[in-house]
Structures are given as structure tokens and as C-alpha cells.
């Protein structure tokens, strides 16, 4: 009888640490407070923001390109830039379905912060770096190695 309870308890908290794994299509998505800033951590090959959910209106968005991913510069990723866009009824993250960019700070180096505010409606938008670059006569295309993720702004 203990060991199913145990075994209950630990099949629980493995269900809510598989709901938290920040998939764009889980539930918990626009779940939270709405804030008026987004730090967005650039990486290769991924966006990862401050805050899912974002007060509508005016909102001070920050692009920091993370160095801890030194090692890999040699395969791509030298440079990020940020980019906010709203995403259509329907479309998805990864899909390059998104509408016409609201922000683009651009020329992002290792260790560089860029800040700017934007004017956000309600909506779903998709935060991206779509940097294409040659790396030893290979394309590099940050979007396509998943350089993108969403956040729903209320």
C-alpha cells in the first residue's frame, strides 16, 4: 500500500515537471501575471524569455546574447539579432507563418544587450533571431535550428 502511494506521488510530479518543459503548445503558455518587460536570452539555438505573458501597450524589451555558448561559435551563432512578430490565428511558432516584425534589434555580438520599447496589441507573438549566416560553406539558418519561441501578450 505505501509503495503505490509513493509510486502515485512520484507519477505526479513527473505529469507537472512534463507540463512545465516550456513547449510553445502547453497549457501553461500564457499562464501568470502580465509584465511590461521581456529579457529574451539568446543561445544556439534558442530564445528563452523572461516572461510568457506581457501586459498589452508599451514594453521594454531587452536582447541579451549569452556567452555561454563559446565552444560552439565555431559552428554558427557569432551573431543574433531579436525579433518580435505577431503570429496569425492558426499559425505556430517554427512554421515562418508570422506576420510583419515589430521590433528587429539587429547585429547582436557574445555578450551584447540591446534595449527598445514596443507597442504590443493583445495577441500571440512569436520572438525570434533569423540570422542566416555561412559557416566553412555551410548555411547556418538560426530560425530553422530553432532559434524561436512564443509569448501571448493580454
Known amino acids: 500500500m ?9 507519477a505526479a510530479g513527473v505529469a507537472v515537471f512534463a507540463a512545465c518543459g516550456g513547449d510553445d503548445d ?13 529579457t ?6 534558442k530564445v528563452t524569455p523572461s516572461s510568457r505573458t506581457l501586459a498589452a501597450g508599451k ?3 531587452t536582447a541579451v ?5 563559446m565552444d560552439s561559435a565555431p559552428d554558427g551563432g557569432a551573431m543574433h539579432q531579436l525579433l518580435i512578430a ?16 515589430v521590433l528587429n534589434l539587429t547585429d547582436l555580438k557574445m555578450g551584447d544587450e ?12 512569436e520572438v525570434f533571431c533569423s540570422v542566416v549566416e555561412d559557416v566553412k560553406g555551410k548555411t547556418v539558418n538560426h530560425y530553422e535550428k530553432g ?7 493580454k
Open 2 to 10: 505505501r509503495l503505490a502511494f509513493v509510486l502515485a506521488i512520484l
Open 26 to 38: 502547453s497549457p501553461a503558455l500564457g499562464a501568470g501575471t502580465p509584465v511590461s518587460t521581456l
Open 40 to 45: 529574451a536570452r539568446l543561445t544556439n539555438w
Open 59 to 61: 514594453v521594454t524589451v
Open 65 to 69: 546574447h549569452v556567452m555561454d555558448h
Open 86 to 101: 505577431p503570429l496569425p490565428a492558426g499559425a505556430k511558432a517554427g512554421q515562418g507563418k508570422y506576420g510583419k516584425p
Open 114 to 125: 540591446k534595449t527598445a520599447e514596443v507597442d504590443l496589441a493583445p495577441g500571440t507573438y
Open 147 to 153: 532559434m524561436y519561441t512564443t509569448v501571448i501578450v
